[in-house]
């Protein structure tokens, strides 16, 4: 059970900040997964108050607001457009719809839960995260910074570069967590893909052998699936095995090399 001992909507972010600082003090973000803990917490921070629920799109990036609903996420037009429908293919298999309406892009980004369709997909994107304390960080900097942090997640920060994007997992349900999740760019002709789910937060890695280059065939799907299926490092849990992760790794990172063809030829 969960129990709040006091209850702050701070006014600015300097107060939230502040707020963040003392132990047994916690970000309250959409609270759907905090709710199912059984701890006390001596201070819920929430940010409702601070305008963080906004989209907003630049000339050159898109700014996503701590608060931003993953709702917002799958249905905003122009991040879809960017990235083909890969926000859309990422997030409409998390729970419901209500849960999603509730569920925000801080919450799943700062918590870097080892189970993450949005951090996934965001690992690929080249999108950097905005700290109040500690300023902007690439999301590979960020997954790697001690649990121990304490700061506040401004916004999520998406580059408006020409990007060829593709999203898949695989699910013992529709509404589960993933097996394994599989994102695929390619951005100037750098592929990067990421394996989350493994169970760990999301692994990424570099096609350093340009084996899908000059083009991807058949071949070349099958080897990348292999090759990132042999990298990645994969762990057992109620869900799955690590040599089902495995292989189910090999098979949609190979899908999803041939759907991001078949993206780049219709470009």
């Keep these: 059970m969960l129990k709040i001992t006091n209850y702050v909507r701070p006014q600015t972010l300097d107060e939230a900040y502040e707020f963040c600082q003392k132990r047994g003090n916690v970000v309250l973000g959409g609270m759907l997964w905090l709710k199912m803990q059984n701890r006390t917490i001596h201070t819920a921070i929430d940010l409702c108050d ?20 993953l709702r917002a996420l799958e249905t905003h037009e122009g991040l879809n ?17 209500q849960f999603r309406n509730s569920a925000t892009i801080g919450g799943s980004i700062y918590g870097r839960f080892g189970f993450s369709d949005v951090l996934t997909l965001f690992s690929v994107l080249g999108a950097k995260v905005h700290l109040y304390h500690l300023g902007m960080l690439s999301i590979k900097e960020f997954v790697q910074l001690p649990r121990t942090t304490r700061d506040i997640l401004v916004e999520v920060v998406i580059p408006k570069r020409k ?3 593709v999203y898949l997992s695989q699910r013992n349900t529709a509404t589960d967590f993933p097996v394994v999740a599989c994102a695929l760019s ?11 789910a493994r169970p760990g937060a999301a692994q990424v890695f570099s096609d350093k052998m340009e084996i899908l280059s000059p083009e991807i065939t058949q071949e070349s799907a099958q080897a990348f699936g292999e090759s990132i299926a042999n990298r990645a490092v ?32 219709a470009n």
């Design 50 to 69: 601070l305008g963080l629920d906004k989209i907003e799109e630049e000339n050159d990036e898109y700014r996503i607001g701590a608060m931003v609903s």
């Design 81 to 97: 457009t960017l990235t083909q429908g890969a926000f859309c293919a990422a997030i409409e298999h998390i729970v419901g719809v």
């Design 163 to 165: 990007m060829q994007v």
């Design 186 to 196: 390619c951005m100037d002709g750098n592929y990067i893909c990421a394996i989350g």
């Design 234 to 265: 994969f762990g057992s849990n109620m869900r799955s095995s690590a040599e089902y992760r495995k292989k189910v790794c090999s098979v949609l990172v190979r899908r999803a090399a041939l759907m991001l063809r078949e993206v780049q030829h």
